[in-house]
C-alpha cells in the first residue's frame, strides 16, 4: 500500500514591511494619592466707580414762625447818663459857633455823657442847612479850632479885604488850588474873604474854570453864612451885599450866576 508523505507547508515568506505586534505591557493603575484641592486666587475686586451726584433741586422752605419761648426779662444795664449843662469854656447852648470845616453851626446841647465808666463831655452841633449834627468833645473843641462868630473888628477887616485888589500868583493851578481849600477849611474870616476876592469875576473878566468857580462859591457862601448870622439877615441878602463890594471895587457889573451848569 502506497503511504502518501505529507510535505510540510512551508512558512510563508515574512513581510519585512509588517511588524509583529508586540504585547503591551500591562501596567497596573497607579494608585493616585488624593489630590487637595487647589487654593483658587481671590477674584479680582472692581474698584466701585464713582458716580456724580446728581444735583437735587431744593426748594427753600419756609421757615415756619416760632413762638418766642416766654423769657425772664434780665437785668437791664443801666444806661449811659447824659447830663445837660447850659455852658462850658466859653459856649453857651443855642449859641451860633464856626466849625472850621463845615462852617456856622448851633450849639444844642452841653452834655456829660457817661459810657463804660468813663465820662466824656461833648457839645452837639447842629448844622441846619446841612442836616447835620456834630459831637464835638470840649478838651478838643480848640484843637479843632472851634470858635464863636467873628468880632466886629474882624468883620470890619474882611470887608476891607473885599475891597482891596485880587492877588493871584503866578504858579500852577494845582498849587494856588491847594492854597484856597486850606484856607476855606481853617475857618478865618479874613482867609476866606482872600479867596472869595481872589476868585470873583465880573462881565468884562475872562470865564472862569469849573473847579475855579466851585472854590469860589463854597468860600462865598462860607463868608455870607456867617455875615447873615451877625447882622441877622438872610444868607441871599448877605451874598447881594459882598458881591456889590466886589463889583464896585473892579470897576464892572455884579457877578451874574452861571446858567451853562459846568
Known sequence: MATTRKVAAKPAAKNPARKKPTAKKTTAPKTTAAKRPAAKKPAATKKPVAKKPVEKKTTAKKPVAKKPAAKKPAAKKPAAKEVVRRSAQGFKVAEYVVYPAHGVGQVTEIV????????????????????????????????????????????????????????????????????????????????????????????????????????????????????????????????????????????GARRQPDTDGA
Open 112 to 251: 456829660t455823657q457817661e459810657v463804660a465808666g468813663m465820662s466824656l463831655e461833648m457839645f452837639v452841633v447842629n448844622f441846619e442847612k446841612e442836616k447835620m449834627v456834630l459831637r464835638v468833645p470840649l478838651d478838643k473843641a480848640s484843637q479843632i479850632g472851634m470858635r464863636k462868630l467873628a468880632e466886629p473888628s474882624i468883620l470890619d477887616g474882611a470887608m476891607k479885604t473885599l475891597k482891596g485888589r485880587a492877588r493871584v500868583k503866578r504858579t500852577m493851578w494845582s498849587r494856588r488850588a491847594q492854597e484856597y481849600e486850606a484856607k476855606i477849611n481853617s475857618g478865618d474870616l479874613i482867609a476866606i474873604s482872600e479867596v472869595v476876592r481872589d476868585l470873583f469875576r465880573n462881565e468884562n473878566q475872562p470865564e472862569q474854570s469849573y473847579s475855579e468857580r466851585q472854590l469860589y462859591e463854597r468860600a462865598l457862601e462860607r463868608m455870607a453864612r456867617e455875615v447873615a448870622t451877625i447882622d441877622k439877615v438872610t444868607e441871599d441878602e448877605a451874598i447881594v451885599e459882598l458881591e456889590a463890594i466886589l463889583a464896585k471895587t473892579t470897576g
